[in-house]
């Protein structure tokens, strides 16, 4: 499968960003969808096709879509990669902060599920690709919300991918980490250990777009990436059975104050 076109959601920064110049570097017709809108960006890139829109917002994706469907426009892939990640997990607990990783994490990719399976099938195959997680085996007591949304995205795409299996819908799902993005950054979230880890472990944004690319060309069901860190995550979940605390919230004291909520973002 050759891509000749394709849509990315959450292209500000990070693995989106560096989906998208890989793609217009390759001659790609590309659509990039995000809240906001980057001058610079779309100033480098003029043949690329910039959306601004909500994508937890069903109604603005339909529309899109919708558009884009009656344009004979639609995109070969779909890689829906906007998301955030925040600490939300301490005593003084906020749901607005939880719900609104949710709302972009796991609704941001859903809303563009359910108009694609109400489109008319075409000839060929069209790949969804969702961008999720390996937190999905060791959790991230720090951010409750990053966890659930991507363990809830990665089980939808499942059970898609066997759903739609044999037809023109491909549902993928890409298991990452640790990746050098703004996420990855949030180093003072987590314990030093942690930190030396994930540095000895972690790739670059642009090489896990390569994989991603290669990967949006096939129908396997799941890519794990980078394959040097199985090892690390098999580790660490087999040791949050054996070790008492392992990878856990911790304990709490009267009258902390709640720390500065840190706040990372592919799309924003």
Same mark, same amino acid.
């Given at each position: =499968? ?11 920064? $990070? ?14 017709? /590309?659509?990039? /969808? ?22 937890? #917002? ?17 995109? @070969? ?5 906007? *998301?955030?990640?925040? !600490?939300?997990?301490?005593? #003084?607990?906020?749901? #607005? ?36 997680? &390996?937190?999905?085996?060791? *959790?991230?007591?720090? *951010?409750? $919300? ?13 059970? +898609? ?13 890409? &298991?990452?980490?640790?990746?050098? !993005? ?9 314990? $030093? +250990? =942690? ?11 642009? @090489? ?18 980078? +394959?040097?860190?199985? $090892?690390?995550?098999?580790? =660490? +979940?087999? #040791? %949050? ?11 709490? %004291?009267? *009258? ?10 592919? @799309?924003?």
């Amino acid at each position: =499968m050759t891509v000749e076109s394709v849509l990315i959601t959450g292209t500000t920064t $990070g693995v989106g960003r560096a989906l998208l110049e890989l793609y217009a570097a390759a001659g790609a017709r /590309v659509i990039s /969808v995000n809240r906001r809108r980057i001058p610079e960006l779309e100033a480098r890139y003029p043949a690329v096709r910039f959306e601004c829109l909500d994508v937890s #917002s069903d109604q603005e994706v339909d529309r899109l879509l919708r558009q884009l469907a009656e344009s004979s426009e639609l995109p @070969d892939v779909f890689i829906l990669n906007a *998301g955030i990640n925040r !600490t939300d997990n301490d005593e #003084s607990f906020e749901l #607005s902060s939880y719900k609104s990783v949710i709302e972009t994490n796991l609704y941001g990719a859903l809303s563009f599920v359910q108009p694609l399976t109400r489109l008319a099938r075409g000839s060929s195959a069209r790949h969804v690709v969702a961008i999720s997680s &390996m937190v999905n085996y060791v *959790g991230n007591p720090y *951010g409750l $919300g990053y966890t659930t949304s991507k363990q809830a995205l990665t089980t939808c795409f499942d059970v +898609w991918s066997r759903m739609y299996a044999g037809t023109d819908l491909v549902f993928q799902r890409v &298991m990452l980490g640790p990746v050098r !993005t703004a996420m990855y950054t949030m180093h003072e979230t987590f314990p $030093g +250990w =942690m930190v030396w880890i994930k540095n000895a472990f972690s790739v670059t944004p642009e @090489d896990t777009a390569r994989a991603v690319r290669r990967f949006a060309t096939t129908r396997r069901r799941r890519l794990f990436y980078p +394959w040097r860190a199985l $090892g690390l995550y098999v580790g =660490m +979940w087999l #040791s %949050r059975g054996l070790v008492p605390g392992f990878l856990r919230g911790q304990k709490t %004291r009267a *009258g902390h104050v709640r720390r500065l909520v840190r706040t990372a973002e592919n @799309d924003e």
